[in-house]
């Protein structure tokens, strides 16, 4: 087993008009679970794939435990990959799927059948092994293409997407699956996906990634209460956090930020000051749905609508003209009704605030404690 | 609304159908003349009919038909009462019309006896057949030597001064030629034949006799003469030569001078004397005679519209037309208005009338021009050996047989390993090793083989192909055969009805339905089941003098005993049948390997400009293959091909392709490969769209080798979609007539000719064998459909 270190990876694919990924640094610990989140089109599956060594690095270099692997055939990297499509060998058996990689490395023959039996024990795949990939269903597919991964017993296992082909239920299924396996074998994993919710449960650290630069690099709670820019307070965390522009104002040593005439909000000056902010600078409020009360309060909103979604409720509203929403408890919004005014109760500690033209988060309300790699990865 | 419009259907079809005889009711008053004219003689021979209807008033319709083709034409369309009244063909073919009454004889009342003297003695007489006179002689050819008077002062009066001259004036290194003319032809090596003392046909018996001293001789005398002139040239390539100045001297007839250009200083001269035989050297003589069709509808008329071309006409025709005409008076003093060049010319084709000897009419002279040139051919090149097919059949099936073996040494389907396998697999291929050596050894044999043995060979094989005297056999059991073949049919079909019908298939809408069915049905009918019946129904009969004969399976059994012949030689069924498994086995193999190498590179993302490419590679099946094969048979020339180009310009010897069974075979190869891979690759593409790259990225990733991966993955997923691919472009090629026909022609003798090909010469290049011809098709069907559905059989087992 072994860590994995990315050195300045840029990948520019032939007649593209730009980096696909503009210099990659990570360091990827021993054992780590490490999850590689971003919108599609951001690079992760790229980066997933120059792990893997299907993809040739532009510039940079990178390095499984101490071994420079830049120029070594993905067959020689030991690692293992499970992607999203499976990429099952249609024409081979469940037990050949998971034997072929080790049977081209030569592995005696009594030692395949024992760990392809063990593997499928561990999966609950002992009953399917003389199927054919078609015959099985999604789930036990996505088994077989774990299984294939981990009977290698690989340094590294890499994972594109792998459960994004599921039905909801079966995704949380194997999400905690994952875990357990995860747990199980400590083995160093990149995991690819778009969706924050499976980056936030299985990750021991996420890394955001958009148009091929690493935003953000931490462990989940970091990314939650204390995102580098708004990119990262924007993708992590559901629904999605609220911007809204804002005008520092400073009364006798008070701050407050104003957000149209009639609504603003009084923040603790430390936050300003940890952000450098003066009077009369303009500044991106960020406010998370969940941080909200309703009722009482010195922001006024308009309520546009109201989805139950059973013990909680989403409003949505107007607030200084933008588009707010508020995720509360559903007997706090019993009696909403479209087009009702509303005041809204937005506490200090739950502010972001962020640079209006870099989007470079300048203090959270709610400071980190001192959990580790807060920091963002290209400031 | 349907109903009315089946009826105008109706109608516009029985329209059509009443069309021919209307046409031939117009034109009944008519005579219709056939000709194979083009330039100047055609516009004479209009000129001259025109000349006629203004005299007569009777009206002529002239039809020039195509050359290619021209002969089976008449003799497919004047049976059928669409022929010609009168027309206009060489004389060799008189023999064959008259046994398949074609043509009808000139008695003595139709024409004036006295008219006969004022024709050459020479072309009167061949067109004569067993005693009766068949046409009127309108024009005659016959070989001269070609000289150029910048390079040759004096033409040689024997062939000791020719051997001479020849040899002087040849310098192979520089390209220029003493003499030059298509010497495996026996057309003009006709000229030594006779010369000789030769015949082929024994003046007394009339039997064919080629294995004389004599003939020897004169094969021999063309040996010297071959050493000193180029390689295997056409009529075009010694026009060229000798219009670019590089020929001295040529052999060729009064068709020639129309290839010249207008400044070229030429003269001809009378063939000379043969020193060695104190013989004239004597070419044929082609008569070109107006014969009477046998249908002639107006046979007076007809007579009339004969005798005016021959004899009024043949002054119009030696001045517009260019022609050297039979009519003798033509020729008396003051007639012919010719420029001194143009007479002198005249003269000299004249006073060659001395020294001819009229093709051979008979029927059995088109079965010898084939077997004399490939006698001429071993006799001047060597000969190769009969064994070589076989032998490369074997090195073949031990390397495909290694092969299998080493690939099932590891199957990753069942994971079975086993390493005997592999040993086998290796032991397998080696032991071809010996082969091939053998191979090389006797190949390298061949060395030119005694005139005299090649003479009896040829006159052996023209017996062989000589079809053998038909046996009348009784229909009965074959018709009986047929009746419960199509009862037990009907049975089948009677019963699926029935089980259907016991199913509760319910037939509602029958007559809708056959009314859609029923374009498909006729058209199937007419162009698959029809020619199938025939053509299996023609199997079993011999044609024979214009009447098809019934005789049962004789055929097949002729067919399978090899003619009689060893398994060696060319003409046996086993021989072409090893030829025609080579050719498809290494095609389709060939086809396959760069079909999909190209279509695995085409994919690879690091290729720029694949769009282009792709196109490129596309372009060998876009082009008509007959073009693509002539291309390709002018680039294997031996003196002035591309390929024998190259060869010598880095430095190796030119090979002299169609020599050799293997070279002649591999250039038939060669260029059906560049035909035969676009499909392939094609094919593969489109399988490999079809195949996520993921699986290739997962066998990587799970340690595969680019082999491993291709042989493990890639290629059992496009087994589905190849294997059809394969089982088409093996029928394909199966019956790939046109490469064989246009690039290796068969040679060398007859050995790199195909089973479809070989039908092909059986039916119209050896005194229409259609019967045998067609046996060779029911074959080579049978062989499809038990090949395609063995095929079929694996690839379902393997599903």
Same mark, same amino acid.
């Given at each position: ?182 747990? &199980?074998? #400590? ?8 969706? @924050?919710? +499976?980056?936030? *449960?299985? /990750? ?126 559903? &007997?706090? #919004? ?8 509303? @005041?809204? +109760?937005?506490? *200090?500690? /739950? ?29 | ?799």
């Amino acid at each position: 087993m072994a860590g994995l270190t990315l050195r300045g990876i840029i990948k520019r694919y032939v007649d593209a008009p730009s980096d696909t990924l503009k210099g990659i640094d990570l360091d990827i610990l021993d054992g780590e679970f490490l999850v590689l989140v971003g919108p599609s089109g951001c690079g992760k599956s790229t980066l997933l794939r120059i792990i893997a060594g299907l993809e040739s690095i532009t510039t940079g270099t990178l390095s499984i435990g101490d071994r420079e692997v830049n120029k070594l055939h993905p067959k020689d990297r030991d690692i293992a990959m499970v992607f999203q499509s499976y990429a099952l060998y249609p024409h081979m058996s469940v037990r050949r799927n998971m034997s072929f990689g080790l049977e081209v490395r030569k592995t005696p023959k009594a030692e395949i059948d024992k760990l392809v039996d063990e593997a499928a024990k561990l999966l609950g795949l002992e009953t399917q092994l003389d199927k054919l990939p078609k015959a099985l269903s999604g789930g036990q597919r996505q088994r077989v293409a774990m299984g294939r991964a981990i009977v290698r017993r690989p340094k590294v296992f890499l994972f594109d997407e792998p459960l994004s082909n599921l039905d909801a239920a079966l995704r949380t299924q194997m999400r905690v699956e994952m875990r357990r396996l995860h747990r &199980a074998l #400590a083995t160093t994993t990149v995991y690819v996906t778009h969706d @924050q919710i +499976e980056a936030m *449960t299985l /990750a021991d650290r996420i890394a955001v990634l958009d148009q091929g630069i690493l935003q953000q690099v931490g462990t989940p709670m970091t990314l939650f209460h204390a995102p580098a820019n708004r990119f990262v307070a924007g993708f992590i965390g559901s629904p999605a956090m609220n911007f809204l522009e804002a005008k520092v104002l400073s009364k006798g040593g008070q701050f407050s930020l104003e957000l149209d005439p009639k609504s603003s909000l009084v923040v603790a000056s430390s936050v300003i000051e940890r952000a450098g902010l003066e009077a009369n600078d303009t500044v991106i409020l960020g406010l998370r749905p969940q941080d909200l009360n309703l009722g009482v309060g010195t922001v006024h909103g308009l309520v546009d609508v109201v989805e139950t979604l059973g013990w909680e409720s989403h409003v949505h509203m107007k607030v200084a003209g933008e588009n707010f929403l508020a995720a509360v408890e559903t &007997a706090q #919004a019993h009696d909403l009704r479209p087009g009702s005014a509303i @005041q809204l +109760e937005l506490p *200090t500690a /739950a502010v972001h605030l962020f640079d209006p033209k870099t989007g470079v988060a300048l203090a959270h309300g709610r400071e980190p404690s001192d959990d580790d790699g807060s920091k963002g990865a290209d400031e | 609304m349907n109903s009315r419009h089946l009826l105008i259907w109706l109608a516009c079809l029985g329209l059509l159908a009443l069309a021919p005889a209307l046409e031939s009711t117009a034109l009944a008053e008519e005579i219709l003349l056939w000709h194979a004219y083009r330039g100047d003689e055609k516009q004479a021979i209009e000129q001259v009919v025109h000349d006629y209807e203004t005299l007569t008033g009777n009206t002529v319709r002239v039809l020039a038909v195509p050359d290619e083709g021209y002969t089976n034409k008449l003799v497919t369309a004047i049976p059928r009462g669409n022929g010609p009244d009168v027309f206009i063909a060489a004389h060799d073919q008189t023999g064959s019309w008259s046994e398949n009454k074609i043509i009808s004889p000139l008695g003595s009342d139709d024409l004036p006896e006295a008219l006969l003297d004022d024709f050459h003695p020479q072309t009167v007489e061949a067109l004569r057949y067993k005693g009766d006179l068949y046409g009127l002689p309108v024009a005659f050819k016959s070989s001269v030597l070609f000289y150029n008077k910048k390079l040759v002062s004096q033409p040689p009066k024997d062939t000791v001064e020719l051997m001479a001259m020849v040899e002087a004036l040849t310098n192979p290194e520089a390209q220029k030629y003493g003499l030059v003319y298509e010497i495996t032809n026996l057309y003009f090596h006709s000229t030594w034949l006779h010369g000789f003392g030769g015949h082929i046909f024994d003046p007394d018996t009339g039997a064919i006799d080629l294995g004389t001293e004599e003939n020897a001789a004169s094969f021999e005398f063309a040996r010297r003469l071959s050493v000193f002139l180029p390689h295997d040239v056409d009529g075009a390539r010694i026009s060229k030569l000798f219009n670019d100045g590089d020929a001295a001297m040529v052999i060729n007839g009064p068709w020639f001078m129309a290839q010249l250009g207008e400044d070229l200083d030429y003269g001809v001269a009378v063939l000379p004397f043969v020193t060695e035989s104190r013989q004239w050297a004597a070419p044929f003589l082609t008569a070109e005679g107006l014969f009477l069709s046998s249908e002639a509808h107006n046979r007076k008329a007809s007579l009339e519209l004969l005798t005016y071309i021959a004899c009024e006409g043949a002054l119009t025709r030696a001045t517009l037309g260019k022609q050297m005409v039979a009519y003798l008076p033509t020729y008396e003093p003051g007639v012919l208005n010719d420029s001194p060049a143009a007479a002198e010319r005249r003269a000299v084709f004249l006073a060659q009338l001395d020294h001819v000897v009229p093709t051979s009419n008979r029927p059995e002279m088109s079965s010898v021009w084939a077997p004399t040139q490939q006698a001429l051919r071993k006799a001047l090149y060597g000969a190769p050996s009969g064994a070589t097919p076989y032998w490369m059949l074997v090195i073949i099936a031990l390397l495909a047989v290694g092969v299998v073996f080493m690939l099932k040494a590891h199957d990753v389907r069942t994971g079975l390993r086993r390493p005997s396998f592999m040993l086998i697999g290796l032991l397998v291929c080696a032991s071809a090793i010996p082969v091939i050596w053998h191979l090389f050894t006797i190949h390298s044999d061949d060395t030119a083989v005694d005139p005299l043995t090649t003479l009896r060979e040829a006159q052996t094989r023209i017996e062989v192909v000589q079809a053998p005297a038909a046996i009348q056999a009784n229909p009965a059991p074959f018709v009986a055969l047929f009746g419960l073949v199509m009862l037990i049919l009907a049975g089948l079909a009677y019963r699926a009805y029935q089980k259907n019908k016991k199913r509760g298939v319910e037939y509602t809408d029958t007559k809708v339905a056959a009314f859609y069915v029923a374009p498909a049905t006729i058209g199937m009918f007419t162009l698959v089941i029809a020619p199938f019946l025939v053509g299996t129904a023609l199997s079993l009969f011999s044609y024979e003098r214009g009447e098809f004969i019934f005789v049962g399976l004789q055929n097949f059994a002729r067919l399978f005993s090899g003619e009689g012949t060893p398994l060696t030689d060319s003409l046996s069924f086993y021989f072409t049948l090893v030829v025609t498994i080579l050719w498809t086995g290494l095609n389709v193999f060939l086809h396959v390997t760069i079909g999909l190498t190209l279509a695995l590179i085409l994919r690879e993302p690091w290729l720029k400009l694949r769009g282009f490419f792709r196109v490129l590679l596309i372009i060998p099946w876009a082009i008509p293959n007959y073009i693509t094969a002539l291309i390709w048979r002018g680039m294997f020339d031996y003196e002035f091909g591309a390929i024998n180009g190259i060869l010598k310009n880095i430095g190796l010897t030119p090979v002299a392709w169609f020599d050799d069974f293997i070279t002649s075979f591999s250039a038939n190869l060669i260029t059906n490969t560049w035909l035969g891979f676009p499909f392939m690759m094609v094919v593969t593409l489109g399988a490999l769209q079809a195949i996520p790259r993921d699986l290739e990225d997962a066998a990587a990733v799970d340690g595969a080798s680019a082999w491993q991966r291709f042989r493990f993955i890639t290629m059992p997923l496009l087994k589905p979609a190849l294997m059809p691919a394969v089982v088409l472009g093996s029928v394909w090629t199966f019956n790939m007539f046109n490469i064989i026909y246009l690039v290796s022609q068969g040679n060398p003798d007859s050995s790199t000719e195909i089973l479809i090909s070989e039908a092909y010469k059986w039916a119209f290049e050896r005194q229409y064998q259609y019967g045998y011809a067609a046996a060779y098709a029911i074959i080579v069907f049978f062989i499809l459909v038990v090949y395609s559905r063995m095929t079929s059989r694996i690839l379902e087992a393997d599903a």
